[in-house]
């Protein structure tokens, strides 16, 4: 049973448009939730993460935000650049473990 | 401040062998996890240790297992080898255990031959 799911397995968009991945939750013991990026052959690289108290978070040209009604969160890129270029993959904990489900990824290709 | 260390980075084994990796966290991290990618499952957790102890497990059979010492290094072992174990071992690093964000390493790229 996939507890977090990343529905698109790819998208592209052009240089300075917005980008905008999307991750859906089943699990409502949740409240936890983290963005990475990730290169091939490497770890993922810590975006940007949002507690379930809140419904959005901002980090330089990353936003997070969190519907929990929907349990659903989406993370937005603006403006897109060609070296965001990567596998994005969302992340959820239930709180008091580091204990991290991932979904399947979404590759992002920004073009020139 | 130095990032999550894995070693090695590459390794291959002989089925039936068995193999130890490890995890040197960022420095006053006192929570490792352990995770492992394949391309059919994806990112899959194994294992989480805090201050020595194991918080949690993953599904994972009982040939995986794993230790953290008194300095926060940890290693992960898996004995008897099999060809499905051919992956990506990543190690996650965070200062808590519970709601903080996780850093991996660059991980370690297992094959079984």
């Known amino acids: 049973d996939q507890q977090v799911k990343q529905n698109s397995p790819s998208l592209s968009v052009q240089e300075g448009r917005i980008s905008i991945l999307n991750c859906d939750y089943t699990?409502?013991?949740?409240?936890?939730f983290l963005w990475y990026k990730k290169y091939p052959a490497e770890g993922p690289t810590f975006l940007i993460s949002?507690?379930?108290?809140?419904d959005k978070n901002e980090d330089g040209r990353f936003t997070v935000f969190l519907n929990k009604s929907a349990k659903h969160l989406s993370l937005h890129i603006v403006p897109s650049q060609p070296g965001d270029s990567a596998v994005y993959f969302c992340?959820?904990?239930?709180?008091?473990?580091?204990?991290?489900?991932f979904g399947k990824g979404t590759k992002l290709t920004v073009n020139p | 401040k130095a990032g999550v260390t894995q070693t090695p980075r590459y390794l291959i084994k002989t089925r039936g062998q068995q193999v130890t990796l490890s995890c040197s966290p960022i420095?006053?991290?006192?929570?490792v996890s352990w995770y492992q990618q394949t391309p059919g499952q994806g990112l899959q957790f194994l294992f989480e240790?805090?201050?020595?102890?194991?918080?949690n497990k993953g599904n994972f059979p009982g040939r995986f297992s794993g230790r953290q010492f008194s300095n926060s290094r940890s290693e992960m072992n898996v004995s008897t080898l099999e060809l499905g174990d051919s992956a990506l071992y990543l190690c996650?690093?965070?200062?808590?255990?519970?709601?903080?964000?996780?850093?991996f390493g660059q991980g370690t790229r297992l094959t079984v031959v």
């Open positions: 996650a690093s965070s200062a808590m255990t519970g709601n903080t964000e996780a850093f």
């Open positions: 240790y805090f201050s020595e102890t194991q918080r």
């Open positions: 420095s006053g991290h006192r929570s």
């Open positions: 949002i507690s379930s108290i809140k």
């Open positions: 992340a959820a904990s239930d709180g008091g473990s580091e204990k991290l489900v």
């Open positions: 699990n409502s013991m949740f409240d936890y």
